[in-house]
T-cell receptor, first 115, second 110 residues
Framework: NAGVMQNPRHLVRRRGQEARLRCSPM?????VYWYRQLPEEGLKFMVY????????ESGMPKERFSAEFPKEGPSILRIQQVVRGDSAAYFC?????????????FGQGTRLTVV | TQLLEQSPQFLSIQEGENLTVYCNSS?????LQWYRQEPGEGPVLLVT?????EVKKLKRLTFQFGDARKDSSLHITAAQPGDTGLYLC??????????FGQGTRLTINP
């Protein structure tokens, strides 16, 4: 049973370009969470999605950031017109139900560098 | 927004020593989780504590949840170089959101 798969592992974008980060949850998991980690800091919640629905996007910046989890395929975190401050590690987690009091599994992350 | 404060932020000790990492908040969490993160990797769950006062042991690691469910500690006995890493505590904010501490970077010197 493969774990949470994120790709790419590393992504370099120039300022103003778009970044697309993909997350395939564990088999049987229909709940996906995205977190961002700045250097030497803990993870910060961004968005929680179920298939085809955004449940909680309270941690998402109001502009340039969007997320989706389509019926088929991976969840996508999209950052438009990237700026240097977007450089960070972006982690995806999945759970079988929408209850993080039990267990959530994290992927290995995508490290975004904006140059 | 609920905040979790971890202390110390950095800890470097000799192999064989004991250590305790603390995770404190003024807010109550429904559960608290401890993760370990290696460089370039995602966090890996070590334990989840749910009940106030709960103590869980994982080999040389002992995790405790405070009676009021506002704080937690991680105690490592006879630390080994393989314990080196970033330890993160995370409180569940309801069922659907984790609030992470800033982490404790632990270095065990041979």
């Amino acid at each position: 049973n493969a774990g949470v798969m994120q790709n790419p592992r590393h992504l370099v974008r120039r300022r103003g370009q778009e970044a697309r980060l993909r997350c395939s949850p564990m088999k049987g998991h229909s709940h996906v969470y995205w977190y961002r980690q700045l250097p030497e800091e803990g993870l910060k919640f961004m968005v929680y999605l179920q298939k085809e629905n955004i449940i909680d996007e309270s941690g998402m910046p109001k502009e340039r950031f969007s997320a989706e989890f389509p019926k088929e395929g991976p969840s996508i975190l999209r950052i438009q017109q990237v700026v240097r401050g977007d450089s960070a590690a972006y982690f995806c987690a999945s759970s079988p139900g929408g209850d993080l009091n039990t267990e959530a599994f994290f992927g290995q992350g995508t490290r975004l560098t904006v140059v | 927004t609920q905040l979790l404060e971890q202390s110390p932020q950095f800890l470097s000790i000799q192999e064989g020593e004991n250590l305790t990492v603390y995770c404190n908040s003024s807010s109550v969490f429904s559960s608290l989780q401890w993760y370990r993160q290696e460089p370039g990797e995602g966090p890996v769950l070590l334990v989840t504590v749910v009940t106030g006062g709960e103590v869980k042991k994982l080999k040389r690691l002992t995790f405790q949840f405070g009676d009021a469910r506002k704080d937690s500690s991680l105690h490592i006995t006879a630390a080994q170089p393989g314990d080196t890493g970033l330890y993160l505590c995370a409180g569940a904010q309801g069922a659907q959101k984790l609030v992470f501490g800033q982490g404790t970077r632990l270095t065990i010197n041979p």
